[in-house]
């Protein structure tokens, strides 16, 4: 999955993201996530250490699909009655670098996402990317 992100900090330690999230023509999804930064995780004798903060979070999101296949032995075949909406959960750990003088952050964070409506799914969510400071 693809996704635009955006972050908006309450204090120094506390921030929301949020994103919209692409995965090819067949899914959209759109979170918001709580983060609690920790600052130091890297040590601060390096310059890369006093710019790079870890975080854990949590935060919902709304997902839309239409990924209606059946597979078999030797490929796929499209199906056209599979589509829905769903909510999730999600729970978040990762660490973002953040140059100085910049809006950008650049981030790799992991962590479960659970399906909660229409049915209950979990699937572990790996991301890796940019997010612009507004």
Known sequence: ?????GKSWIDDQNAVDFG???SGSDEVAIYADYLWHVRGVFG????FGR??????GGGAGVGFW???YDCGRFGC???RD???TGVFLRALVGF???????RFGFFLELGPTFLIVPDVDGDLDIGLGARYYF
């Not at 710019?51 to 854990?56: A, D, L, R, S």
């Open 1 to 5: 999955m693809v996704s635009v992100t």
């Open 51 to 56: 710019e790079t903060v870890g975080y854990i």
């Open 66 to 68: 239409d990924d209606s």
């Open 77 to 79: 075949e499209r199906r």
């Open 20 to 22: 919209l999230g692409f």
């Open 96 to 102: 973002e670098w953040t140059p100085p003088s910049t």
């Open 82 to 84: 599979d589509s829905g």
């Open 44 to 47: 601060s004798s390096t310059r």
